[in-house]
């Protein structure tokens, strides 16, 4: 890394990652030529590579793989969590793997470029995730040029100049723009997912959409829900009208402060009712809020799927999936609100409870079963909360 208004560009470069400290990453470009700005952070997952680019919560973040091997298992249609990509593009260590797997439909290199996304190999990523891990995530620009020209002034300017993820809401841009009903259960090797008709005896989840993945509505499914998702922006009497048994709260991109302006009080009314409620990720962090806490931006955020969190009822510990830059203060939350899962990388809280009302939350991902099952009784104990669900599974 070196100072980015006096380094010229190396030969063969056709990449570039320029920070707002002035820091210039070079490499080699791939995807779509173009490029992005945003927040910069790392993952450490060794797979799911295609899940984290289409993951909703990644809106306005480029990420860096800490795991060499990105492109091994090419590109498919069936490993999306959203149609389109909402990460701005990604940093590998290595070039881009050809794919060795009977599922792959495409590379990932032509996957990025179908799909407008700028991608950078070459790179000592080790040494970008200890800077980051250091220094906190920054603000950065990545850039591809097959003629490798840059204007590297210019990125610094705009790296500089991009706002940052603090008090930035990106909830509305990434949601759903009316109601729809949810169809589709899991996937299975050989079948695909599997088709699931809306079944008006199951019990009726009414899910906000604030950027979320699809596997956590075919869980919900699966655990013997049926899903009506709406948009972010959705009043109270608009999910009312739709005769909700329980609420679910999705993940999403942006600072929960920012979402909540409009989503909390919705949240609140949704409390008074009584009805069991259940949030993941930024719904976790927008629960947090309504009942009285705060949520504080984290010095680098939880991104990977080895992450482990301590179960405090029995001490057990679940390995679990985190993508998440602000959490909820333990300090902040009221009696009423009881802490439920903690992390054994920094002690933050992961998981609270009302204990007053039908409401718990995450901050991971149960649905990404990393564990691969260790947080699946979630689905199941929301679901045995609702009216005529089947009785919660006992946690493992």
């Known amino acids: 890394m070196a100072d980015?208004?006096?380094?010229?560009?190396?030969?063969?470069?056709?990449?570039?990652?320029?920070?707002?400290?002035?820091?210039?990453?070079?490499?080699?470009?791939?995807?779509?030529?173009?490029?992005?700005?945003?927040?910069?952070?790392?993952?450490?997952?060794?797979?799911?590579?295609?899940?984290?680019?289409?993951?909703?919560?990644?809106?306005?973040?480029?990420?860096?793989?800490?795991?060499?091997?990105?492109?091994?298992?090419?590109?498919?249609?069936?490993?999306?969590?959203?149609?389109?990509?909402?990460?701005?593009?990604?940093?590998?260590?290595?070039?881009?793997?050809?794919?060795?797997?009977?599922?792959?439909?495409?590379?990932?290199?032509?996957?990025?470029?179908?799909?407008?996304?700028?991608?950078?190999?070459?790179?000592?990523?080790?040494?970008?995730?200890?800077?980051?891990?250091?220094?906190?995530?920054?603000?950065?620009?990545?850039?591809?040029?097959?003629?490798?020209?840059?204007?590297?002034?210019?990125?610094?300017?705009?790296?500089?100049?991009?706002?940052?993820?603090?008090?930035?809401?990106?909830?509305?841009?990434?949601?759903?723009?009316?109601?729809?009903?949810?169809?589709?259960?899991?996937?299975?090797?050989?079948?695909?997912?599997?088709?699931?008709?809306?079944?008006e005896q199951l019990p009726h989840v009414v899910a906000i959409d604030y950027g979320s993945k699809r596997n956590i509505f075919r869980n919900l499914a699966d655990a013997g829900a049926r899903v009506t998702v709406l948009p972010a922006t959705a009043s109270f009497d608009e999910v009312m009208a739709h005769q909700p048994d329980g609420f679910f709260l999705s993940n999403g991109p942006g600072d929960p402060a920012a979402t909540g302006d409009y989503a909390v009080p919705v949240i609140r009314s949704m409390l008074e009712t009584g009805k069991p409620l259940f949030g993941i990720c930024l719904g976790h962090q927008l629960l947090g809020l309504a009942v009285g806490g705060r949520t504080v931006k984290m010095h680098q955020g939880h991104r990977g799927a080895n992450h482990p969190v301590k179960r405090l009822a029995d001490g057990r510990v679940e390995i679990t999936s985190m993508n998440h830059g602000f959490a909820v203060e333990a300090e902040s939350l009221p009696e009423n609100a009881r802490p439920t899962h903690v992390s054994l990388f920094d002690g933050s809280l992961c998981g609270l409870e009302l204990t007053d009302r039908p409401a718990f939350s995450v901050q991971y991902h149960p649905e990404a079963s990393p564990g691969p099952q260790d947080s699946q009784y979630l689905f199941g104990k929301f679901v045995g909360l609702l009216p005529a669900g089947s009785p919660a599974k006992a946690p493992r």
């Open 4 to 199: 980015a208004t006096t380094t010229p560009a190396p030969e063969g470069a056709t990449g570039v990652l320029v920070l707002s400290d002035g820091s210039i990453i070079w490499g080699r470009g791939f995807g779509a030529e173009g490029e992005a700005v945003g927040e910069v952070c790392f993952n450490t997952a060794m797979t799911g590579y295609q899940e984290i680019m289409t993951d909703p919560s990644y809106a306005g973040q480029i990420v860096t793989f800490t795991f060499p091997h990105i492109g091994n298992v090419g590109a498919n249609y069936e490993d999306l969590e959203a149609d389109n990509p909402f990460a701005l593009g990604c940093v590998v260590r290595q070039d881009v793997t050809a794919p060795s797997n009977f599922r792959a439909v495409q590379t990932f290199v032509d996957w990025m470029r179908a799909n407008g996304r700028v991608g950078l190999s070459g790179v000592d990523t080790r040494a970008l995730t200890r800077k980051i891990r250091t220094e906190g995530a920054p603000n950065g620009v990545i850039a591809y040029r097959e003629d490798g020209g840059f204007d590297v002034p210019a990125l610094l300017e705009k790296a500089r100049a991009w706002p940052g993820l603090e008090g930035m809401d990106l909830a509305k841009e990434v949601s759903c723009r009316q109601m729809y009903r949810w169809a589709g259960g899991k996937w299975r090797l050989g079948e695909g997912y599997e088709e699931r008709e809306h079944d």
